[in-house]
């Protein structure tokens, strides 16, 4: 079993390197050509495949986790029957592939942690929405803002568009009414859905680990797709802070992007980059006026930041002519709203003729740019 803590500590050590090399070379007045540019290169591409290997482990043992609670289960099966309030999901899983039908999403959600396990009825929602929070940051609530909702109808969320005007007022005369402007962020949800078929061997088989399955695939698949549309979205919802000078930002882009948010919205609990990860190789072998890195990476306890703010991978446009490639300000500005929890609906008669079991898993869900203000994004340069 590799140690998470260990890869992250390399994966900090590669591109602290990476940085250093990029700050050596300019050092010099030199680019990175040659094999400075093969070293960067090398590093920061060993420093993306720990990147994987730490999201693969850390699914690996929830993974495992999952089979421990397997074996339990089969050890059960060998027991007289237990009453229905023991039942974990893994048994209600393959009990629904047996028997066709579909699960309500009645299970609340909470943090995932060591203790809560993969038995009781909540971990097939919490893990999907786990899993898919690291490869979309707009379903992750410490991200953006989530609302869980428990219907799909259109939703209004109120907003003042402009303040009303205060002054000072002597003693004893008339104070006078300045209203703000009100408006909404209307949401509509949209569904996003996805197919899984198993055998019903597997189904049958108390080893296989049909909770960390259906949630690890189900989960990405569904956040992928949701991702491609917000992220976009909110780019376009988004005020242009800066429009550079060329399609990529350099440093001093990113520093007029900053100071063009407001100051309570730079400063903000949820305040943040979000970009993909393509720009943000680019970003990263920017360096400051006095030759230093502006890209610092993360640990297991903080994210990677830029100039000391927090830097999210999320599926916005790559750098081009006039593309918005990047946000930034107050994350929290962004809304999401689920439609009631992840939707677990299966039939052994879609693929009867194969002898599989098709799971269907849906959510529903939308998301938004309450103050365009609030989160602003750079543009490229028209070429």
């Known amino acids: 079993m590799a140690d998470i803590k260990k890869m992250h500590e390399k994966r900090a050590s590669l591109l602290t390197e990476a940085s250093a090399l ?22 920061t591409n060993e420093a993306a495949a720990l ?20 074996r339990a289960e089969f050890t059960t099966v060998l027991a007289p029957v237990a009453a229905a309030a ?47 929070g690291q490869v979309n940051p707009f379903i992750n609530p410490g991200v953006v803002d989530v609302m869980n909702m428990t219907t799909g109808n259109q939703i209004l969320l109120p907003r003042v568009t402009a303040l009303g005007t205060a002054a000072a007022v002597s003693e004893g005369a008339q104070i006078n009414e300045s209203d703000g402007t009100l408006s909404n962020l209307a949401l509509t949800p949209a569904k996003y859905a996805t197919l899984l078929q198993v055998s019903q061997e597997l189904v049958n088989d108390a080893a296989f680990d049909i909770t960390a399955f259906v949630a690890d695939k189900a989960g990405q698949e569904v956040a992928i797709a949701h991702g491609a549309v917000a992220g976009p979205a909110v780019a376009a919802a988004a005020t242009v802070g800066k429009q550079g000078a ?24 949820k305040r943040g980059f979000i970009m993909n990860d ?36 999320g599926a916005l446009a790559d750098t081009g002519d006039e593309a918005l490639s990047i946000v930034f300000g107050d994350l929290g500005a962004i809304k999401t709203v689920l439609v009631g929890g992840v939707d677990i609906a299966s039939s052994a008669d879609f693929a009867f003729n194969y002898g599989l079991i098709t799971y269907r898993i849906q959510v529903r869900g939308v998301t938004g740019l309450i103050d365009a203000a609030a989160v602003k994004s750079f543009k490229g340069a028209n070429v």
């Open 278 to 313: 393509a720009t943000m190789g680019g970003v990263m072998k920017l360096l400051d006026d006095q030759n230093r890195p502006i890209f610092v990476p993360g640990d297991l306890s903080r994210p990677d930041t830029i100039l000391g703010f927090p830097v999210y991978s």
């Open 51 to 70: 990147a994987a290997a730490i999201h693969s482990e850390k699914n690996a043992v929830e993974a495992r986790d999952a089979a421990a609670a397997a």
């Open 22 to 43: 990029v700050a050596e070379t300019a050092e010099k007045g030199e680019a990175l050509a040659g094999e400075s540019q093969a070293r960067f290169e090398a590093l």
């Open 246 to 269: 060329a399609v990529a930002p350099v440093y001093a882009d990113l520093v007029d992007l900053i100071y063009s948010v407001k100051q309570q919205a730079r400063r903000a609990p």
């Open 86 to 132: 023991d039942k974990d999901e893994a048994a209600e899983l393959r009990r629904l592939g047996r028997e066709g039908g579909s699960i309500e999403s009645a299970y609340s959600k909470r943090d995932v942690t060591k203790s809560t396990g993969l038995g009781n009825p909540v971990s097939v929602a919490d893990r999907v929405w786990v899993v898919a």
